[in-house]
T-cell receptor, first 113, second 113 residues
Framework: DAGVIQSPRHEVTEMGQEVTLRCKPISGHDYLFWYRQTMMRGLELLIYFNNNVPIDDSGMPEDRFSAKMPNASFSTLKIQPSEPRDSAVYFC???????????FGPGTRLTVT | AQSVTQLDSQVPVFEEAPVELRCNYSSSVSVYLFWYVQYPNQGLQLLLKYLSGSTLVKGINGFEAEFNKSQTSFHLRKPSVHISDTAEYFCAVSSNTGNQFYFGTGTSLTVIP
C-alpha cells in the first residue's frame, strides 16, 4: 500500500511567487495534517482536517497561507505571496481515528530566494 | 492541553553501548504516546506507540519504551546502538479526545564508531 505522497519534493521559487504544495493521504484515512519543520522552530502543526473539513488552523502563520482539501484523496497548501522566511520542509501526515497513528510523507523542501 | 518535553537535545553514544532518550509529558486526560525517528532528509517514521495494555512497548530496530503514568514519562531505550541509529528522535502525545499530536523538540542521537 502506498504511503502518504507529497509533491513536489523540492521547490525553489523567488520571493513574491505563489507556491502550491500537494498531498495525497493514505487511502481510508480521515485525518490529514500539514506541518512545517525548521531548525529554529522545530516541527509545527499548521492545520489539520477531519473528513475534508478544517478543524484547527490556529498554526497557520498568516493570511498568506491557505489550505484546502477538496476530497478525501487530495489536499493543497498554498503560500501567496511567498517570502524567504517561508523556507522550510513541509510535511503532510494522515491518520485514522481508531489507530491514532500519524503516517508522514517524505516532505517538500521549499526554498524561497 | 498536552505538552511534551524531551530533556536532551543531543545525545552522543558509542557504538554497541546502550542508550536512553528521555520524554516527559503533561496531560489532564488519558494519553497515547509515540516515538518517531527522522533520518537526514527524510520524513518521520514511526518507531513505536503506546495506546493501552502493557506499559512496555517494543518497536522496530530493537527499540523499546516504557510508559510510566506516575512519572508521566515515556523513555526510549536500546540496549546496543548501531551507527545506523544516528538520527533525530521525536516523542509525541495525543489524547482520547482527538488525533492531534503534540511533539517534543527532538533529540539528536549520534552514534560514535
Amino acid at each position: 500500500d502506498a504511503g502518504v505522497i507529497q509533491s513536489p519534493r523540492h521547490e525553489v521559487t523567488e520571493m513574491g511567487q505563489e507556491v502550491t504544495l500537494r498531498c495525497k493521504p493514505i487511502s481510508g484515512h480521515d485525518y490529514l495534517f500539514w506541518y512545517r519543520q525548521t531548525m529554529m522552530r522545530g516541527l509545527e502543526l499548521l492545520i489539520y482536517f477531519n473528513n475534508n473539513v478544517p478543524i484547527d488552523d490556529s498554526g497557520m502563520p498568516e493570511d498568506r497561507f491557505s489550505a484546502k482539501m477538496p476530497n478525501a484523496s487530495f489536499s493543497t497548501l498554498k503560500i501567496q505571496p511567498s517570502e524567504p522566511r517561508d523556507s522550510a520542509v513541509y510535511f503532510c501526515a494522515s491518520s485514522t481515528w481508531d489507530t491514532k497513528t500519524q503516517y508522514f510523507g517524505p516532505g517538500t523542501r521549499l526554498t524561497v530566494t | 492541553a498536552q505538552s511534551v518535553t524531551q530533556l536532551d537535545s543531543q545525545v552522543p553514544v558509542f557504538e554497541e553501548a546502550p542508550v536512553e532518550l528521555r520524554c516527559n509529558y503533561s496531560s489532564s486526560v488519558s494519553v497515547y504516546l509515540f516515538w518517531y525517528v527522522q533520518y537526514p532528509n527524510q520524513g518521520l517514521q514511526l518507531l513505536l506507540k503506546y495506546l493501552s495494555g502493557s506499559t512496555l512497548v517494543k518497536g522496530i530496530n530493537g527499540f523499546e519504551a516504557e510508559f510510566n503514568k506516575s512519572q508521566t514519562s515515556f523513555h526510549l531505550r536500546k540496549p546496543s546502538v548501531h551507527i545506523s541509529d544516528t538520527a533525530e528522535y521525536f516523542c509525541a502525545v495525543s489524547s482520547n479526545t482527538g488525533n492531534q499530536f503534540y511533539f517534543g523538540t527532538g533529540t539528536s542521537l549520534t552514534v560514535i564508531p
